[in-house]
């Protein structure tokens, strides 16, 4: 199976600051990547898939970049809103999700 | 509006056998590419992916977790199960199913609620 690294483990941040979430797979995975928000008590929510396309309704300072092994979800001007954990899924082999980044504001 | 919602037993005792429902509106999956999966989140293992069927009846399912996994569906009444046999306490784990708009394994657009299941003696 796919592993996946995701790092860091917890991020703390100021608001309005930016801020980057990183996945490392264990081979290519070929962009058959998505990352979803988790607020605490409720299920995962879909931001990004395919690495770089925002799903519908997610807002703009969120976006998904990478290749090959090496990914990452920067958020831009961080609102408290987006405290949640971070997750992200491959998909190119039988899925595998990161072990998640929790995010908090400073 | 896409909207999953799961059910099932809340608690039971270990080698007894799960079964979960997961309900959903607002897609139908006899449309053509359309999928559910089954996925489980535990503090210890995190968030792990169960299984998956299409719309035209295709599973697949995780193979560390296979011999014991069955998933089906009921299109008609737009439902989804899963079964789990030999529970252990280990399984004790939030379960999601989730809805996938891609013809093979791919991302989940929209998720459930979840439904917490307990394994216990």
């Known amino acids: 199976d796919i592993q996946m690294t995701q790092s860091p483990a917890s991020l703390s941040a100021s608001l309005g600051e930016t801020v980057t979430i990183e996945c490392r797979a264990s081979?290519?995975?070929?962009?058959?990547l998505a990352w979803y928000q988790q607020k605490p008590g409720k299920s995962p929510q879909l931001l990004i898939y395919n690495a770089n396309s925002l799903h519908t309704g997610v807002p703009s300072r969120f976006s998904g970049s990478g290749s090959g092994t090496q990914y990452s979800l920067k958020i831009n001007s961080l609102q408290s809103e987006d405290v949640a954990s971070y997750f992200c899924q491959q998909y190119y082999n039988y899925p595998t999700f990161g072990s998640g980044t929790k995010l908090e504001i400073k | 509006q896409v909207t999953l919602k799961e059910s099932g037993p809340g608690i039971l005792q270990p080698s007894q056998t799960l079964s979960l429902t997961c309900s959903f509106s607002?897609?139908?999956?006899?449309?053509?590419?359309?999928?559910v999966g089954w996925i489980r989140q535990s503090s210890g293992k995190g968030l792990e992916w169960l299984a998956n069927i299409w719309w035209n009846d295709d599973k697949y399912y995780n193979p560390s977790l296979k011999n014991r996994l069955t998933i089906s569906k009921d299109t008609s009444n737009n439902q989804a199960f899963l079964k789990i046999t030999n529970m252990d306490t280990a399984d004790t784990a939030t379960y999601y199913c989730?809805?996938?708009?891609?013809?093979?394994?791919?991302?989940?657009?929209?998720w459930g609620q979840g439904v917490m299941v307990t394994v216990s003696s």
């Open positions: 081979e290519d995975i070929y962009n058959g």
């Open positions: 607002g897609f139908s999956l006899s449309t053509y590419g359309m999928c």
């Open positions: 989730a809805r996938s708009p891609n013809w093979e394994l791919g991302y989940f657009d929209y």
